[in-house]
Nanobody, 120 residues
Framework: QVQLVESGGGLVQAGGSLRLSCAVSGSIFSMNTMTWYRQAPGKQRELVAVISWGGTTMYADVVKDRFTSFKDNAKNTAYLQMNSLKPEDTAVYYC??????????????WGQGAQVTVSS
């Protein structure tokens, strides 16, 4: 069994920083990607960043140069470091982990969501 736990988030003033983490545990054979999404009230969920366990990262234009995703292979954990936060970054952030279990079965897990609120 594989589990995903998301943590972090909170309330910060504009210009501040927050970090999210998503940790995968259990019978993991390999990790493929961790994708970060966000959903603001009344808006559709949007992709924020993707990090592959091969080391490739991709960012949405609206967060590029402000957000950084990195990982800890030993902990099967990915992080989203968010700097220079703006009020428009306010949203619930979700992580999505894709990989394979020790039985080589694919898994696709979603975090429970973390509220990020940026005050002006």
């Amino acid at each position: 069994q594989v589990q995903l736990v998301e943590s972090g988030g909170g309330l910060v003033q504009a210009g501040g920083s927050l970090r999210l983490s998503c940790a995968v545990s259990g019978s993991i054979f390999s990790m493929n990607t961790m994708t970060w999404y966000r959903q603001a009230p009344g808006k559709q969920r949007e992709l924020v960043a993707v990090i592959s366990w091969g080391g490739t990262t991709m960012y949405a234009d609206v967060v590029k140069d402000r957000f950084t995703s990195f990982k800890d292979n030993a902990k099967n954990t990915a992080y989203l470091q968010m700097n220079s936060l703006k009020p428009e970054d306010t949203a619930v952030y979700y992580c999505n982990a894709v990989g394979r279990t020790e039985a080589t079965l694919p898994f696709n897990l979603w975090g429970q969501g973390a509220q990020v609120t940026v005050s002006s």
